[in-house]
Structures are given as structure tokens and as C-alpha cells.
């Protein structure tokens, strides 16, 4: 039988916000949330080690293996049960609560990949507190403070009703497209056992993402049958349906509220200055808050190359052959959003300011994109300290200590109250 | 003093058909030209050798100069005056007439380069007659049948009237733009005394090029500030003028008579999916028989750019930055011709029919575009034998003797019709 802390979790509905600050204010009291702290702090030195010797190992999109088996030795040795490698790649360990195995799970996840391609350049640099490195904030030090956090509440001998599960899940970023948390949302152990969950992601320990941008992205290849520019003039060109659909795409205008947007943003193709090309591709990025609006947007768009391509084939020659274009989705990324009047929130927003920190809401696209599209509480937080320039290779961090602490709190509070500290 | 003769060159405008018909009817039945045939169906090895040997020796775009080099030490050989390379590369020399040192000179070119890359198989391969490798064709060939004229006429004590200049000239494929010719006739020291210019370009005996497709070729490179795809929703972008500009020049039907034509042709930019380009770029090619239709052309396409920007800049944000555009003039190749009814074009017509071929004439762009286009009589002629596949790396040309020398005299009957064979 749950009891009764564990359904009011499971569906968490109707929490007054009185009832979350009670919750808040109940963990930070908590002898144990105090050692937890005084741990956390005694042990800065080697979160820091632990950022430094993860984000020197390579985790290119799809090549997160190494690090992967790195970070799941750390988790075996934090003394999590159950640790494990998924098929997908993603790794994971049980912090087993009171409650009977196998009831709800509240997931705490940090990503393995970084944007950066095999051969980065990824030797961490430090000057003075400022660590730089490619990936080493986004999302690498969110991997060590998880492993913090775990190893902080063994010392204090915290004891939770709910199950914790902390993962290091593959393929965040971009061309990863979700599908570390796809497979543990989708078809991973946990899939029907995860309620609630987190991901720490970035610096920043005010930060709540709790609007989930989803994206529709797409290559369009647009082929025709090419030629010599003078001796086939007239022929059908695959440039000028590409080019049609560009323009068109941006006569759209989108709704500002759900914010929705699109993009031209890649292209290439063509063999030679006097030649019709015989094809040429372009990348499209449409984004919304709103997975109807997102819907609508994307429905217009396959119109609207449709349409280009059959004009292009209507205004020239198709005697060598059409013009045909293959729109190819390359990022699927679903929208969602956990409201604001949500438990979930509502004890975020208490455990940010419980540390003095005004809690700041807000809409990306991260792993909790996924949970959200599913209906399930989930919100993206920050890993504490400051840091900038994600997904650049000067991509810097600060680690001084008084700053990380502050910011690594709002995490771990609202992680305890969650999992129901006893 | 100039003798009438030379006269009669250097104007060359009022000759009959009939008279040129007796000047070929004259040269095809001197004893010193049946002499230089009788060389060149006996040296034919010699000149497949010399086919060979440039071939093996890369020529790339602006890097001619190792395959020039041989080409001079060949052209010495053979006997020529006044061997030289060139400032620009180019490398000839003169076969001296009677005439007084200095008067006007007949030119008889071939170019060096080929369209390959450095780094490209050039080795031969040869199966019976038929000899492949890039560029054997397009216009190695070419260069070793000038070395056998020259050879030719040396052993069969051929005297002529003018000066014949004999060039191996660089700069003739896409982005040489024509720098060799240019040079020949800008800057170089024959450059007021060429009356008459013969390129021989490919291996057709039959054809004659005497009408000049002018190109002008630009690279537009169109900036913005850039952004993230979500999060700077509605800044310019600088696809979307480009792509404008597309729509808008395929708008354009131009001449069908004058034939003048345009492509989109090569394209790319772009950083990732999910960002709004800070530039991306497009190719362009217009081309037209009449200068005239070209310069009109290149005059609307510029306004459409320019339109294009201006458009983009009214729709979306500039607040960051507007978009601009960067047209660039990468191909210039002057439109002309050499009129039906010239001398030149006369005398070649009754060359070529005098050995049983039917005269095509034919238009096209090689490096009699620009003597074209300064008004100065040229036509572009083929090596002989037959070939196929130029521009590709499966090149081949066919050199079996009988229609290798049927198709090479032509040329040099009219070579030695133009130099007033005595």
C-alpha cells in the first residue's frame, strides 16, 4: 500500500502554495538537510575535480560512451543500488526511499553530451575560481553535482520516502534529438515509475524552466535533373523551389502568444557557377510553446514546399524531368509545459527563494521537454555558480565557492522535499 | 612598306567568297604544304607522344605553370623565334614571315590549363586508339598539334607572308576568367600586332566557333547580425533576401534571339539548425551572345539584389543589425563575334570544306571572347580525331591517324591561308 505523502506526489494536484512552503521550510530545517549542507560544502574540492576530470573526457553527440562508463563508475562508488547502463546509453542509480520497491520515482537527470565533434580541444583551463573547457557548464558540472548531492546525503544519512533516481542520460543536444530521456520515458525500466521529474541543466540555481519550446526541424532536398547553364536554359532549377519556399515560409506570421518562430538557417548545394544545380538542400528550425500552434506552423510549411515545388515545375521545363523535394525531419523535439500552478513549481519556486534567490520562470527546450509532452510533472534547473558562452569553445564557469554552494541548494532542497525527506 | 597582302589582312573586310575560296584553293595545292602533310602523317606517333606527356603533367587553374614550362622548352625545339613565358604565363613563340619585322602577326593559341584539381589521376590510359585521362581533350591535344605544325612547316621549308605567333596560353577554364587572352591582348608584347586570333579549343575538326557567349558570374554574399532561431524571432535574415533575389531574377524571361540565359547556381551558409544565418552566399551566372543583352541583364539583376535587401530590411527587425549584400564579380567574359560574312570566317568554312567536312558554325565561350570582343577577328577550332566526356575524370580522345589528320588540316590550312603561304 503507498502511503499517503507518496499519492499526494503521484498526483500532486491541489498543493496550496502554503502547503509547498511548509514542505520547503520542513527540508531546510531538517537536521539532516543541515549535514547534507555542511557536507556539500567540505567536499567543494572535489565536486570540482569530479567537473574537471568528466568534461575532459569526450561525449560528442552519439559518442557519449566513454564518458557514460566513466560516470557510471562515480555513481557505483556514491553508493547508488540498482547502477545501470540502458540500451540507449543512458546511466543510472537508485536512491531507494522507505517506501515499498517499485512504487514512484522522482528522477533528477544531468546530460553526458556536449555539442562539441570528436577531436574538441576539451583540456580544462583554470584561472583562479574560472574554469573554461567546451561543455564544462553545459552540462558537465551538473553531472558532478548530482553525484554531490548523492554522496552529501549518504554522509548525513538522509533518509526519503520516494525512490531517487539519478541519471547521466545521452543525447541532449541538437542532433541527440531527446533520445536519452525518449528511451527512459519510452521504454526504459523507470518508464511507469517516474512522477516527477528534473533536470539540471546550466548554472543558473534561479532558473526554472517550466515551458517546454518544442521544435519541428527539417532538411529539404530539392533535386532536379541539372544541365549546362546556357545550353539548358529553361530546364526546371531546384534552387529557384528552395528559394520560393523561403520566401513564403517568412510571409507566415506566427503568433506571438503561444510564441511560435521559424527558421532559414542552413544551406548548400550546386556543383558549379555554370551549372543548374541538381539539387540543394535547406534546414528549417519551427519552434512553439504550444504543440498546436507548432502543428499548424509545420502543416503550412509542407504546403508550402509543396506548392513551390509545383510552381517551379508549372513556370520551366520539366523535359528532362520535375523538380521533386524530400522534406526530412531531423528534429522532433515536443512541446509542453508544466504549469505554474503546479505542485511541482510551486515547491521549486519555494525552494529557490527559501535560499534567497528570486525564482525566475521560464521557457527552453531541454529533456524536460519530453516528460511535459507526456503529461508529467517535470521542470529544468540549474547546477548553481555562474558561467557563459554554452556551446562555444570558450564555454567558462565559475566555481568559487560561496556562489556554488548558494546556487547547488535550491536543487537538492527541492530534490529532498519531493522524495519526501523523513 | 607592308606588301597588299598584308594589307589585305590587316583589313580584311571585303574579301569574296570566291577569293577566299582561291586563297584555301592556293594553299591546299602548294608543294610546301603537301610537304608539311606528309610530315604530320608521318611525325603522328610523335604528336600522340607529345599528347602524352603534357597530359601527364597537371595544369590546374593558376597553376600552369610546370606544364608551361615543358611547353616552352617543346616550342623551342621545334624551332620557333623569340621563345618566351609571359608575365601572366603565357608562353609562345614566333614563326617569322617575310614580311618586315614588327607588322602584324597571325595568333594560334592553345590553352595550358585544365578544369582539375590539383591532385587528380592524370595518368594515361590508353586502349588501342583511344587514349583517356582529364583534360587530353580540353586541350592537351590541341597543344601538341601546334608543336606538329610547327614541325611540319620547318620540314617542308614553308614560307609565309606574316608572322605566325604560336601560344600556349593559361588561363582559359571557369575561374581563369580568360587571364591568359587577356593578358595576350591587355598587356602583352603582341598585343596591337595580333590581327587575326585562332584558338584551338576541343578536337571537332568541323566546327568553327565565331560567336563569343559572354558571362558575367557573380558570387553574392548577403550578411546579417545573426541569432538564435527562438530566442531572436523576428531579426532580418539574411536567407531570406537571398532567396528573394532568386525568386526575382527567374521572373526575368529573357531574349530568346540574342539566346541570353541566367543561373542560381551554387549556394551554401549557415551554421547550425537552430540559428538564424549571419551570412550565406549564391552563385550566379548570366551569359548572352550580345554584350548588349547582358549588360541589361546584369543591370536588373544588381536592382534585384538590392531590392531584395531593401525588402528584407522593411519585413523583420533590423535592431541587431541589417542585412547587407556583397555582389562579386567572380566571371567576366566579354560577349562577341566574328560575322558570317568576315574574311576570317569565310576562309575557315573553305579550309574545313576543302578536306570534305561540313562547316558548323557554332556558338560557345573559349578564349576568342576576347579578341571578339575587341573587335578583332577570331574563331575557335578544333585538334582533329574525336574525344568526349572534357570536364570529366573518363576524358578521352581518339587518335587513330586517318581522321586524327583529316581533322587536324583544316587548321592548318587556314593557318597558312591567314599567314599568306608563299
Given at each position: 500500500m503507498l502511503k499517503p505523502s507518496v499519492l499526494l506526489l503521484a498526483g500532486f494536484a491541489f498543493l496550496p502554495a502554503a502547503a509547498a512552503a511548509a514542505n520547503v521550510a520542513k527540508v531546510v530545517q531538517h537536521a539532516a538537510y543541515k549535514t547534507s549542507v555542511a557536507t556539500l560544502d567540505r567536499e567543494h574540492d572535489r565536486i570540482v575535480q569530479d567537473i574537471v576530470t568528466l568534461t575532459e573526457i569526450p561525449a560528442p553527440p552519439f559518442e557519449e560512451k566513454a564518458r557514460a562508463a566513466a560516470y557510471l563508475d562515480m555513481l557505483r562508488a556514491a553508493g547508488l543500488a540498482d547502477v545501470e547502463m540502458d540500451e540507449e546509453g543512458n546511466v543510472m542509480g537508485l536512491w531507494r526511499g522507505?517506501?515499498?520497491?517499485g512504487g514512484p520515482v522522482v528522477a533528477i537527470a544531468a546530460h553526458l553530451d556536449t555539442v562539441f565533434p570528436a577531436g574538441t580541444p576539451i583540456k580544462v583551463k583554470r584561472e583562479g575560481n574560472r574554469l573554461s573547457a567546451p561543455g564544462i557548464g553545459d552540462d558537465t558540472r551538473s553531472l558532478a553535482v548530482l553525484l554531490g548531492y548523492v554522496r552529501a546525503m549518504r554522509a548525513a544519512g538522509v533518509r526519503t520516502g520516494r525512490d531517487i533516481l539519478f541519471v547521466g542520460n545521452v543525447g541532449e543536444e541538437g542532433p541527440g534529438d531527446l533520445r536519452g530521456v525518449r528511451y527512459l520515458f519510452g521504454?526504459?525500466?523507470y518508464k511507469d515509475r517516474i512522477k516527477t521529474f528534473l533536470s539540471m541543466d546550466?548554472?543558473?540555481?534561479?532558473?526554472?524552466?517550466?515551458?517546454g519550446v518544442g521544435s519541428r526541424r527539417y532538411r529539404v532536398t530539392f533535386k532536379g535533373p541539372g544541365g549546362h547553364s546556357?545550353?539548358?536554359?529553361g530546364l526546371v532549377n531546384p534552387m529557384t523551389a528552395m528559394s520560393q519556399t523561403v520566401v513564403d515560409l517568412y510571409k507566415i506570421d506566427p503568433p506571438k502568444s503561444p510564441k511560435t518562430t521559424y527558421a532559414a538557417s542552413v544551406t548548400g548545394g550546386g556543383t558549379s557557377v555554370n551549372s543548374i544545380p541538381d539539387q540543394a538542400f535547406m534546414e528549417f528550425d519551427m519552434r512553439s510553446v504550444s504543440a498546436e500552434a507548432l502543428a499548424t506552423l509545420e502543416k503550412s510549411f509542407l504546403g508550402i514546399v509543396a506548392a513551390a515545388v509545383a510552381g517551379e515545375n508549372k513556370a520551366r521545363s520539366t523535359r528532362e524531368g520535375p523538380v521533386v523535394a524530400d522534406p526530412k525531419l531531423i528534429g522532433d523535439r515536443p512541446a509542453g509545459g508544466t504549469a505554474e500552478s503546479s505542485d511541482l513549481v510551486k515547491i521549486a519556486r519555494q525552494a529557490v527563494a527559501a535560499h534567497g534567490l528570486t525564482p525566475e520562470l521560464t521557457a527552453s527546450s531541454t529533456d524536460s521537454n519530453l516528460p511535459m509532452s507526456l503529461g508529467i510533472p517535470a521542470i529544468t534547473i540549474g547546477s548553481g555558480g555562474s558561467g557563459g558562452r554554452?556551446?562555444?569553445?570558450?564555454e567558462w564557469i565559475d566555481v568559487e565557492k560561496g556562489a556554488s554552494l548558494k546556487g547547488m541548494l535550491p536543487g537538492l532542497t527541492m530534490l529532498l522535499a519531493l522524495a519526501d525527506l523523513r
Open positions: 522507505s517506501a515499498p520497491a521504454k526504459g525500466r546550466g548554472t543558473d540555481g534561479k532558473r526554472i524552466v517550466n515551458a546556357y545550353g539548358t536554359f554554452a556551446h562555444s569553445l570558450d
